[in-house]
């Protein structure tokens, strides 16, 4: 079966610096990948995926995700961070085989000014 | 918002208590799904259901019982529940697939959960 590991529980960062947020995963055929966002009281909010084609995905709030199949990584990352990006960030994964969807348990990040 | 909606956004019951938690999907979706969200635990997928048909059931207790009476609505019944019970229950949906394909490279789109306390 599919896991994702995210092994920081909480990333600081200052406001204007760039950040990352790490992901890895471990799937037995093709992974299809996730990341996405949850503020407080909210549900969560799609962010990007990367199902094949570049490495590098694009997604909403100028978040960016690298695909590398080597090191098994999927980590999201921002040129520039706000402090409305401080939130709960969840990775996920799925393979071709099934329709089973596996999350990491959240990274925290706080982005102070 | 994104077109996903969950009643009752807060819910406490007792152990003996039987209760419904209901969400609704207003994007044209045909598949739903329902996770738990416990504190500093991933979230973990329980049911998925495609074409109103249950394509995914994650050892799930019997005391959690699901229904999807259409493609819009999706249910989750509640019966003798105990105090590890107690989380966020989430809803989403995604476009969905017939005839038994998977669809696996869908977005799943959230609702904003029902927090539920079991005492």
């Known amino acids: 079966a599919q896991s994702v590991a995210q092994p920081e529980d909480q990333v600081n960062v200052a406001e204007g610096n760039p950040l990352t947020v790490k992901c890895t995963y471990s799937?037995?055929?093709?992974?299809?990948l996730f990341w996405y966002v949850q503020y407080p009281n909210r549900g969560l909010q799609f962010l990007l995926k990367?199902?094949?084609?570049?490495?590098l995905v694009k997604g909403s709030y100028g978040f960016e995700a690298e695909f590398n199949k080597s090191q098994t990584s999927f980590h999201l990352k921002k040129p520039s961070a706000l402090v409305s990006d401080s939130a709960l960030y969840f990775c996920a994964v799925r393979d071709n085989n099934n329709n089973d969807m596996r999350f990491g348990a959240g990274t925290r990040l706080t982005v102070k000014p | 918002e994104t077109g996903v909606t969950q009643t009752p956004r807060h819910l406490v019951m007792g152990m003996t208590n039987k209760k419904s938690l209901k969400c609704e999907q207003h994007?044209?979706?045909?598949?739903m799904y329902w996770y738990k969200q416990s504190a500093k635990k991933p979230l973990e997928l329980m049911f998925v259901y495609n074409f109103k048909e249950q394509t995914e059931n994650n050892s799930v207790p019997s005391r959690f019982s699901p229904e999807c009476p259409n493609s819009s609505h999706l249910f989750l019944h509640l019966h003798t529940l105990q105090p590890e019970d107690s989380a966020l229950y989430l809803c989403?949906?995604?476009?969905?697939?017939?005839?038994?394909?998977?669809?696996?490279?869908?977005?799943?789109?959230f609702g904003p959960g029902t927090r539920l306390l079991v005492l």
């Open positions: 994007l044209g979706h045909n598949a």
């Open positions: 990367y199902i094949t084609g570049d490495n």
């Open positions: 989403a949906s995604s476009q969905g697939a017939s005839g038994g394909r998977v669809f696996t490279t869908e977005t799943q789109y």
């Open positions: 799937v037995s055929g093709n992974p299809y």
